[in-house]
Each structure stands twice: as structure tokens, then as C-alpha cells.
T-cell receptor, first 111, second 115 residues
Framework: KQEVTQIPAALSVPEGENLVLNCSFTDSAIYNLQWFRQDPGKGLTSLLLIQSSQREQTSGRLNASLDKSSGRSTLYIAASQPGDSATYLC??????????FGDGTTLTVKP | NAGVTQTPKFQVLKTGQSMTLQCAQDMNHNSMYWYRQDPGMGLRLIYYSASEGTTDKGEVPNGYNVSRLNKREFSLRLESAAPSQTSVYFCASNLAGAVNTGELFFGEGSRLTVL
């Protein structure tokens, strides 16, 4: 059974700092991996999708990498801002709609 | 640009009552999903529909039924609600077919409390 772990569970940084969020998974037979952002009381907003054949994706200040063989993905946030404060979740997708989500990392960026 | 729309946003039920959560997407996506989110349990897949006319069980299907009414709409029904079904329910969709390779889009969620 696929298991997804996100460490740390919570992170607090000063504004302007670069940071890395981690996601690890136990079964490397995945089709893709997706990073989401969730604000309190809201739904999940897609940030980046990495196909299994890709190693990284970039969008603005965000860069996500994928190493299938080691079962790891990282989300790099450059020059963090208070508006980046949210919970960040990763999800991996296997056969026929099977998805597994991590519990998320709650990020607080202090002004 | 509605995306994925869920109704209702909030609902309180008594044990044993029934209700249906509605979900509609306007992105012409093939696949639709229902998840529940609970503290400490993360997001868990209840049911999914890989394409119009098909539905399959996910990780936690017991106590739920689904209907893929057409390509746009996917409903989740609780026939006899239990307190253990108190949760936040999310509908999602993507363009992928039988295998999940497309970017997943979520609705805003439906917060259900069962007393």
C-alpha cells in the first residue's frame, strides 16, 4: 500500500527566506505527483504537476523536483512572502485513479 | 470560470438521515472523484468515475453511493448518515481517463456534521 509522508508537519520562517518542503512515498510505481496549496476552510489549489517521466517543474517562485527511484519530491519556494502561508500537500497517483495524499506541511511566513 | 462546483457548502444531519452532495465541473473533464478530509487522516478517496457511465470504489467507500449523472455531474449519497461520516467532502476532476495522469482540480468543499 502506498504511503506518503510530508516532513516537517509545520514550518515557520521569516519573510524573504528560501525554503524546501519534503514529500516521500513508498511505492515508486507512480504516474505523476502533484503539489497543492490549501488555505484554511478552502479547497485545494493545484501548484505543480510532475509526470513520472519528468524530474522537475517550475512556476514562478516555485520549483518541484521528483526522484522516483528514491521515492522523494521537494517543493522549493524562493523568497517567501506572508501570502505563501498555507498548508502544502503532495499527492501521488497510481493505477486507475488511485491517489494517495500526504498530511501536508503547514507553512507560516512571518512579516 | 466556475471550475468544480459543490453544493451544499454546509450541512448538519441527524444520525440515520440521508442526503446527496452534488458536484459539477465545466472543464469537459473525463474523470471525477469524491474525497473526504479528516484531521490526522489526510485526504482519502471515497469513489471515482474514470469516465461517463463508470464508477469505482476508492479507499473508504462504505456507507456511500455515487452516481455519474452525465459527463459534468457526479453526486455522492449518504443513505443513512452516521457520526463517523462527519467530515469535509471534496469533489475533484481531471482530464485523464482510466489512468490518473492529468492535473487534478478541486471544489471548495462541503462541510458535513452528523449529530
Amino acid at each position: 500500500k502506498q504511503e506518503v509522508t510530508q516532513i516537517p508537519a509545520a514550518l515557520s520562517v521569516p519573510e524573504g527566506e528560501n525554503l524546501v518542503l519534503n514529500c516521500s512515498f513508498t511505492d515508486s510505481a507512480i504516474y505523476n505527483l502533484q503539489w497543492f496549496r490549501q488555505d484554511p476552510g478552502k479547497g485545494l489549489t493545484s501548484l505543480l504537476l510532475i509526470q513520472s517521466s519528468q524530474r522537475e517543474q517550475t512556476s514562478g517562485r516555485l520549483n518541484a523536483s521528483l526522484d522516483k527511484s528514491s521515492g522523494r519530491s521537494t517543493l522549493y519556494i524562493a523568497a517567501s512572502q506572508p501570502g505563501d502561508s498555507a498548508t502544502y500537500l503532495c499527492a501521488v497517483y497510481g493505477n486507475a485513479g488511485k491517489s494517495t495524499f500526504g498530511d501536508g506541511t503547514t507553512l507560516t511566513v512571518k512579516p | 470560470n466556475a471550475g468544480v462546483t459543490q453544493t451544499p457548502k454546509f450541512q448538519v444531519l441527524k444520525t440515520g438521515q440521508s442526503m446527496t452532495l452534488q458536484c459539477a465541473q465545466d472543464m469537459n473533464h473525463n474523470s471525477m472523484y469524491w474525497y473526504r478530509q479528516d484531521p490526522g487522516m489526510g485526504l482519502r478517496l471515497i469513489y471515482y468515475s474514470a469516465s461517463e457511465g463508470t464508477t469505482d470504489k476508492g479507499e473508504v467507500p462504505n456507507g456511500y453511493n455515487v452516481s455519474r449523472l452525465n459527463k459534468r455531474e457526479f453526486s455522492l449519497r449518504l443513505e443513512s448518515a452516521a457520526p463517523s461520516q462527519t467530515s469535509v467532502y471534496f469533489c475533484a476532476s481531471n482530464l485523464a481517463g482510466a489512468v490518473n495522469t492529468g492535473e487534478l482540480f478541486f471544489g471548495e468543499g462541503s462541510r458535513l456534521t452528523v449529530l
